[in-house]
């Protein structure tokens, strides 16, 4: 018997999906040579993204 709730699914599908958009977030600016703007630490940082 499935013990997840819907409330729990839809909590796992919103995680998916924001998953999903910080992958293709990532690949559109690795494929347009742009820069990553990220908080760390308190500070604005621009990072270029990786392989």
């Known amino acids: 018997m499935d013990t997840k709730t819907k409330d729990e699914e839809l909590v796992d599908k ?16 690795k494929r347009n040579h742009h820069q990553l703007v990220i908080l760390k630490e308190n500070k604005i940082v621009r990072v270029k993204p990786r392989d």
């Open 14 to 29: 919103i995680l998916q999906g924001l998953e999903l958009a910080r992958k293709r977030l990532y690949e559109y600016k």
